[in-house]
């Protein structure tokens, strides 16, 4: 990168340079063609400013040898062109010669230059012709100009077209092509080389046909003064022209072709011979091979028959009437040509002028496949209202009732019947809407064909969630789920779970069980109670009916027995809030609790401790009742004043003060 900025940097400095000094700097002055080019500014426009070997610009001039060069041809594309851009053009065209220097050099002359270098060798007639006959600036094209348009084209040797036409005109008209050398030669242009076989006749103002195409060419193109066939200057336009004796001896003024043909003179009866497309009705397609009396019954060929309709002809209609309402009339040539009755020319956009316009992909659709061919009872006017009217239902009527009436198009299109245009705002509007974790799933989740069929069910007789998922408790809630909502719909599942999320338990409520949860028994786990099988984690096979609801059926019992038939009450002392402290009601046992013993702990009277199957347990029975039992022989005595009793309240009261307890 540095080495190119000094380099920029150097011309900067050359092209500064005063012009006094530029005669020192150039090598010589250019040539007239490069005059416009002198200058110190102008070293650049053919000198490309390079730090490796010298390179040259030539070509950004001279389009016209680039153009060349690109299509490899002419003289320019066959000299090599390795090494640096331009290296290859001044090693023929130098200039700083001076003024005068000839930057075309001719080896040895411009007469003798071997002209096949350029790709168009010079032989027969062409030899001897002028360099300046062809390249002269009439036969340069209009293409080439552009690129010549700095040139004089007079002066030029660019420009020309190898073919014919260039500077020759063209005797026939562009009939039969551009390729001259097809029948001439640069040798003698009468001379034609032509080919009966190779010539196509066809392409000349008398084409051949009928008999015609087997006569000797020499029997036409007969020999002019120089001996040569003559291939122009023929009259044509008559029969007369070639076939000069007239065997009617001019009993007929109009020509042969009213009643003969190229296909044969001879004519044994006039009919065969007769051209019918001078009349009214010319014979086109497969009515050329209809016979006469066909049409001309009883061979009268004098009365006029009916033509303007097919039908004139061609009864009954093989429609059966079937298009006798369309616009245009009932016209066969509607949809039918003379070529044949079939293939129909009716077309797609014929089609979409009907009632059914066809779109993809029945636009790909035979028509044999919906106008089933069956001879003149073929239909064409058929039902299409409904996509049924063609198409088997593949839902087998489960949209046969309303709103959908069997309306295919309702959900889903021509394009595709895969593709369904039924969308989630439409299942919202159905019986069954979608929410929760329904949203996300998969319609063929759902709606999927049973085994041994292929009908995919779209509408259940039940909307339960049972329809598609297991019922994992096995029917322990058959009552709760046919509960009804408010639209009348059995609960399911969703008396309990919601489809958000099946963990979601906010609709259960306990309370509303044989066992209402209150208290501690709110914080426990469900599966403290309900207790799955085998160890499992989850509760789906969890047996809820057989939940025990009684507290000793859960929680061991403390108290070992003791209480008889009173052990399975435990709600009578205690609550589900705490097991500590009891509810225990003592007014109710053989020994009330009265004044000071009302705030007495149960520890200072219960002090009976047994082991039971390896446990400490108290008793509460026997509990003694005699005051000795707990007080010993202290015990105050009897105050009949107030006083004394005052002092016995609060010697009650307060008998942990007398060291009683």
């Known amino acids: 990168m540095n080495r190119r900025r000094i380099v920029t940097?150097?011309?900067?400095?050359?092209?500064?340079?005063?012009?006094?000094?530029?005669?020192?700097?150039?090598?010589?002055?250019?040539?007239?063609?490069?005059?416009?080019?002198?200058?110190?500014?102008?070293?650049?426009?053919?000198?490309?400013?390079?730090?490796?070997?010298?390179?040259?610009?030539?070509?950004?001039?001279?389009?016209?040898?680039?153009?060349?060069?690109?299509?490899?041809?002419?003289?320019?594309?066959?000299?090599?062109?390795?090494?640096?851009?331009?290296?290859?053009?001044?090693k023929c065209h130098s200039d700083h010669n001076g003024v005068n220097f000839q930057m075309i050099h001719w080896d040895p002359t411009p007469t003798g230059f071997d002209h096949s270098k350029t790709g168009y060798t010079l032989d027969g007639k062409h030899v001897g012709v002028s360099c300046r006959s062809c390249h002269a600036a009439q036969h340069v094209s209009?293409?080439?100009?552009?690129?010549?348009?700095?040139?004089?084209?007079?002066?030029?040797?660019?420009?020309?077209?190898?073919?014919?036409?260039?500077?020759?005109?063209?005797?026939?008209?562009?009939?039969?092509?551009?390729?001259?050398?097809?029948?001439?030669?640069?040798?003698?242009?009468?001379?034609?080389?032509?080919?009966?076989?190779?010539?196509?006749?066809?392409?000349?103002?008398?084409?051949?046909?009928?008999?015609?195409?087997?006569?000797?060419?020499?029997?036409?193109?007969?020999?002019?003064?120089?001996?040569q066939p003559r291939y122009s200057g023929l009259a044509f336009t008559n029969c007369s022209d070639c076939h000069r004796v007239d065997p009617h001896k001019g009993a007929f003024k109009q020509g042969c072709d009213c009643c003969h043909t190229t296909f044969t003179w001879k004519k044994s009866i006039f009919t065969t011979t007769f051209d019918h497309s001078r009349t009214h009705f010319p014979l086109e397609g497969k009515h050329a091979a209809v016979g006469c009396v066909e049409c001309h019954t009883g061979g009268d060929f004098k009365t006029p028959i009916a033509h303007d309709a097919c039908a004139d002809c061609h009864k009954p209609d093989p429609h059966g009437g079937q298009f006798a309402k369309r616009s245009d009339g009932d016209k066969c040539e509607s949809c039918h040509t003379v070529q044949g009755w079939s293939p129909s020319t009716f077309s797609l956009a014929d089609h979409a002028k009907t009632g059914f316009p066809l779109i993809f992909p029945h636009a790909t659709v035979q028509c044999s496949s919906c106008h089933v061919p069956a001879g003149k009872e073929t239909r064409f006017k058929i039902k299409y209202a409904l996509c049924i009217d063609c198409h088997k239902d593949e839902h087998v009527g489960q949209f046969a009732a309303s709103p959908w009436n069997n309306r295919c198009e309702k959900c889903h299109d021509g394009a595709t019947f895969e593709t369904t245009s039924y969308s989630l705002a439409l299942h919202q509007k159905s019986n069954?809407?979608?929410?929760?974790?329904?949203?996300?799933?998969?319609?063929?989740?759902?709606?999927?064909?049973?085994?041994?069929?292929?009908?995919?069910?779209?509408?259940?007789?039940?909307?339960?969630?049972?329809?598609?998922?297991?019922?994992?408790?096995?029917?322990?809630?058959?009552?709760?789920?046919?509960?009804h909502n408010a639209a009348g719909r059995a609960l399911g599942c969703e008396a309990c779970h919601s489809t958000r999320e099946w963990k979601d338990l906010s609709k259960f409520d306990h309370d509303a069980t044989r066992f209402p949860l209150i208290g501690s028994h709110r914080a426990v786990a469900c599966a403290e109670c309900h207790k799955p099988p085998n160890l499992e984690l989850t509760m789906r096979h969890a047996d809820f009916t057989k939940t025990p609801t009684k507290c000793a059926e859960c929680h061991e019992n403390p108290h070992a027995d003791q209480f008889g038939s009173r052990a399975q009450q435990c709600e009578s002392c205690h609550n589900g809030n705490k097991w500590r402290p009891s509810l225990f009601d003592h007014e109710k046992t053989g020994f009330p609790l009265k004044g000071g013993h009302k705030n007495v702990m149960c520890s200072a009277c219960h002090t009976l401790k047994k082991q039971v199957n390896g446990l400490e347990t108290l008793f509460y029975k026997p509990t003694p009742k005699n005051c000795e039992a707990c007080h010993g022989g202290i015990i105050p005595k009897a105050k009949t004043s107030t006083a004394r009793c005052k002092d016995e309240e609060k010697f009650i009261l307060n008998p942990f003060d007398h060291g009683l307890l």
């Open 432 to 483: 069954f809407p979608l929410t929760g974790g329904h949203i996300a799933v998969a319609c063929i989740s759902c709606h999927k064909a049973p085994g041994g069929t292929k009908v995919i069910p779209y509408h259940f007789s039940q909307l339960a969630c049972t329809t598609c998922h297991e019922d994992v408790h096995h029917g322990q809630f058959a009552k709760r789920m046919a509960v």
């Open 142 to 227: 209009v293409q080439a100009r552009t690129l010549l348009a700095s040139k004089d084209l007079n002066h030029t040797w660019m420009g020309l077209s190898p073919s014919c036409g260039t500077c020759h005109e063209d005797k026939h008209q562009g009939r039969f092509g551009a390729d001259c050398a097809r029948c001439h030669s640069t040798t003698d242009w009468k001379t034609a080389n032509i080919s009966k076989e190779g010539f196509d006749h066809s392409k000349t103002r008398f084409p051949l046909t009928g008999e015609h195409r087997y006569v000797l060419c020499k029997s036409c193109h007969t020999p002019d003064e120089d001996g």
């Open 9 to 90: 940097a150097v011309w900067a400095g050359l092209l500064a340079i005063p012009s006094f000094l530029n005669a020192q700097i150039s090598p010589g002055p250019l040539a007239k063609a490069h005059q416009s080019l002198t200058g110190d500014t102008n070293c650049t426009k053919c000198h490309a400013v390079s730090t490796r070997a010298p390179s040259f610009r030539c070509l950004e001039c001279h389009q016209e040898i680039a153009t060349e060069q690109k299509q490899n041809r002419g003289l320019h594309a066959t000299y090599p062109r390795s090494g640096p851009e331009g290296v290859s053009c001044v």
